[in-house]
C-alpha cells in the first residue's frame, strides 16, 4: 500500500526518513501499547508532546477517519483493551495493569493528521 498523503506541517517531506511507516505492529517494548495499526501508517521519528502524564503521538494513515476508527476497533480489542465512548471521531481505550488500567484517547477527524494520547500512571 503507498504511503498516505500527511500533514505536511507535522510530517514535513515523508520522501525521506524523517517518519516510519508501520505494516505491522505498535510495541515499543512495553507491551501494554502492543496493537496493530492501519496499514500504511506513518508517524515522525520525532514524535510526542502533549501534558504532565501523558503524550500525544500523531499518525497519518491511508483511508478515512470511519476505516481508521474501525480498523483501531477491531485490534485494540483483540489485544485485549476495552474500548468506551465510540464517536465518529474517535474513543477511549483502558488496558488492565497491576494496580489500575492503562488508557488512551484515540483522536481521528483527518486521515492526514490523527492522534493517540497516552496516559503515563496507571489509572484507578
Same mark, same amino acid.
Given at each position: 500500500?503507498?504511503?498516505?498523503?500527511?500533514?505536511?506541517?507535522?510530517?514535513?517531506?515523508?520522501?525521506?526518513?524523517?517518519?516510519?511507516?508501520?505494516?505491522?505492529?505498535?510495541?515499543?517494548?512495553?507491551?501494554?501499547?502492543? =496493537? /496493530?495499526?492501519?496499514?500504511? *501508517?506513518?508517524?515522525?521519528?520525532?514524535?510526542? &508532546?502533549? #501534558? +504532565?502524564?501523558?503524550?500525544?503521538?500523531?499518525?497519518?494513515?491511508?483511508?478515512?477517519?470511519?476505516?481508521?476508527?474501525? =480498523? /483501531?476497533?477491531?485490534?485494540? *480489542?483483540?489485544?485485549?483493551?476495552?474500548?468506551? &465512548?465510540? #464517536? +465518529?471521531?474517535?474513543?477511549?481505550?483502558?488496558?488492565?495493569?497491576?494496580?489500575?488500567?492503562?488508557?488512551?484517547?484515540?483522536?481521528?477527524?483527518?486521515?492526514?493528521?490523527?492522534?493517540?494520547?497516552?496516559?503515563?500512571?496507571?489509572?484507578?
Amino acid at each position: 500500500m503507498p504511503a498516505p498523503s500527511c500533514d505536511a506541517a507535522t510530517f514535513g517531506d515523508t520522501s525521506n526518513d524523517a517518519w516510519i511507516i508501520y505494516q505491522d505492529n505498535n510495541d515499543h517494548g512495553s507491551g501494554y501499547e502492543h =496493537f /496493530l495499526l492501519p496499514p500504511a *501508517t506513518l508517524y515522525p521519528v520525532h514524535y510526542g &508532546g502533549g #501534558t +504532565a502524564g501523558s503524550t500525544y503521538f500523531p499518525f497519518c494513515s491511508a483511508g478515512t477517519p470511519a476505516t481508521i476508527i474501525a =480498523f /483501531l476497533q477491531t485490534s485494540m *480489542t483483540a489485544a485485549g483493551w476495552t474500548l468506551s &465512548g465510540v #464517536t +465518529a471521531s474517535g474513543f477511549s481505550g483502558q488496558y488492565p495493569i497491576t494496580g489500575g488500567h492503562r488508557g488512551v484517547s484515540v483522536q481521528v477527524t483527518s486521515s492526514q493528521l490523527w492522534y493517540i494520547r497516552v496516559f503515563h500512571a496507571p489509572l484507578p
